[in-house]
């Protein structure tokens, strides 16, 4: 019914930028919250930042002053936007979206910080 499509992953130096989107499209009502998760191989997924529909954020520690979640309600597109990146970033990154009763879950797009 909903479908979330990431975008915008790929190999960038440390201290690059990236911008993730993803979108959400489908039978849409209203998209209510939305956020990222990152998972790094063998460690468990982490949420990274979410985003209300009204526009209040939060961010999970590692990528507080680095990374900034937006959103355009008109679009149902979720952006992350990823600054001074490390290493450590390296992970698959999903988007999540509410709609309705359910939180539907993306594909992934991977990011790989290495020099």
């Known amino acids: 019914q909903v479908h979330v499509v990431e975008s915008g992953g790929d190999l960038v130096q440390p201290g690059g930028s990236l911008r993730l989107s993803c979108a959400a499209s489908?039978?849409?009502?209203?998209?209510?919250?939305m956020g990222w998760y990152r998972q790094a191989p063998g460690k468990q997924r982490e949420l990274v930042a979410t985003?209300?529909?009204?526009?209040?954020?939060a961010y999970a520690v590692p990528v507080k002053g680095r990374f900034t979640i937006s959103r355009d309600n008109a679009k149902n597109t979720v952006y992350l936007q990823m600054n001074s990146l490390k290493p450590e970033d390296t992970a698959v990154y999903f988007c999540?979206?509410?709609?309705?009763?359910?939180?539907?879950w993306g594909q992934g797009t991977r990011v790989t910080v290495s020099s």
């Open positions: 999540t979206a509410k709609h309705m009763l359910q939180d539907y």
């Open positions: 489908g039978h849409i009502f209203n998209i209510g919250n």
């Open positions: 985003i209300t529909r009204g526009g209040t954020t």
